[in-house]
């Protein structure tokens, strides 16, 4: 590699990661990869704080504690009691980003770069690099793509498939405080689907955990009914969604046509969701879907929204990216110098890439249904 190197000090034993983006799947692989003794570098085009997102479904059945495979062997909360808290169920977006980056901070071997974009990455025998947007070469063992549905890093692990595609449908989500409609999911703490009249497509809505913060609604709604829009907007070209439309983005002719749709559908919900229009607080999101075909090539591999795009409504792509990250701390224990990077890639993908392809073949069949039940 003709480039210059910017990593200084020692170099671990076990070996070294960049990993690219520090969203959930980033986040949850820095630390999983610090428990086994690697030194992790990740690159993140964002500023460090981040608000936007909705509601998630957390599962959480992956046990609570887990040990370090660092040689201490020490009892440590597993990533997935780290991202609940320790009580699954629904939950804010920003608030597990939060608790993940704040775990992955106090990790010793993980560094995280705020507003560094990656341009370009590659690879030789021996390691692999990312060029960031500030002129740094940043050079590991091995790199792995958290960078979400539009992954950069994609790219070079499957240079004839590199592109997530459209749906058929779009998502707005809004959130609005409790007391938008108060009292009703008094002593619940769960999520609903509901099919709205008029061919308007589902909605789920819920209410995100409380832990000491206040308690809010949130809503998402599944819309086949809006292409020509998104279209209209650039939010979607041919067939490859390219951004999300947020809050004042969306027109207002568009905020009045939900208003007016809202009035059919059942309350509480069609008054929250009014309340988000209101605000002018929604969030407008093609929904993509990516089958993948492969993980890994060399000494790169993906993981996350960048290696399997669902259908949110499988409410699968966070676990299944914590899975991923998992699954890579576990086989990085013996390090990753020289071969055994490649090794360890090849194993991941092995393991990971069938359930990739269950999980998002899975949420197809949900999109299918839904245009179905709404085009006739
Ligand atoms: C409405 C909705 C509801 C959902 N509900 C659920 C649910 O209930 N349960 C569930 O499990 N999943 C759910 N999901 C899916 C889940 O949100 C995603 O699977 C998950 O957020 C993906 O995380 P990620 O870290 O892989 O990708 P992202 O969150 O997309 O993160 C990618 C990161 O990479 C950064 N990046 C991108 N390119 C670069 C670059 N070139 N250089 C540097 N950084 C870069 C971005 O800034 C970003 O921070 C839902 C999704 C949606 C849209």
Do not use: C
Not at 19 to 38: K, N, Q
């Amino acid at each position: 590699m003709s480039q210059a190197q910017t990593i200084p000090g020692p170099i671990p034993a076990r070996g070294t990661a960049l990993v690219v983006g520090a969203s959930l799947a980033g986040l949850a692989l820095a630390i999983s990869l610090a428990r086994s003794g690697l030194a992790v570098d990740v690159l993140e085009r964002a500023e460090e704080e981040r608000q936007g997102g909705t509601g998630l479904r957390l599962w959480g059945g992956m046990g609570e504690t887990s040990r370090r495979r660092d040689g201490s062997g020490t009892a440590m909360p597993s990533i997935a009691s780290i991202a609940s808290a320790g009580a699954p169920g629904p939950e804010g977006w920003a608030t597990v980003r939060r608790r993940l980056a704040d775990a992955a901070a106090l990790e010793p071997g993980v560094s995280i770069h705020y507003e560094s974009e990656v341009v370009d990455i590659g690879q030789d025998a021996e390691t692999a690099w990312a060029s960031d947007a500030n002129g740094k070469v940043h050079v590991a063992d091995i790199l792995l793509g958290a960078d979400g549905h539009r992954s950069l890093v994609r790219r070079s692990v499957d240079p004839a498939h590199p592109d997530a595609s459209y749906a058929g449908y779009m998502i707005w989500t809004g959130k609005a405080p409790y007391d938008a409609a108060p009292g009703w999911a008094e002593g619940r703490n769960h999520m609903d689907m509901i099919t709205l009249p008029h061919g308007d497509g589902v909605m789920i809505v819920g209410e995100t955990k409380t832990n000491g913060e206040p308690r809010r609604y949130f809503w998402q709604w599944y819309d086949p009914t809006s292409n020509d829009y998104l279209r209209e907007t650039g939010a979607l070209v041919d067939d490859v969604s390219q951004y999300s439309l947020v809050n004042e983005r969306i027109a207002a002719s568009k905020y009045q046509d939900i208003h007016e749709r809202s009035a059919h559908w059942p309350e509480p919900w069609g008054r929250i969701v009014r309340h988000s229009v209101k605000q002018r607080r929604i969030i407008a999101t093609p929904i993509a879907e990516y089958v993948p075909r492969r993980l890994m090539h060399g000494r790169i591999a993906i993981i996350g929204d960048a290696a399997h795009v669902p259908s949110p409504m499988t409410g699968a792509g966070f676990d299944t990216g914590l899975a991923d990250a998992e699954t890579l701390g576990a086989l990085t224990q013996r390090g990753v110098v020289g071969p055994r990077g490649r090794k360890v890639l090849n194993a991941y993908e092995k393991q990971r890439l069938g359930t990739a392809q269950r999980m998002v073949r899975s949420g197809q069949g949900f999109g299918r249904s839904l245009l179905e039940r709404t085009t006739g």
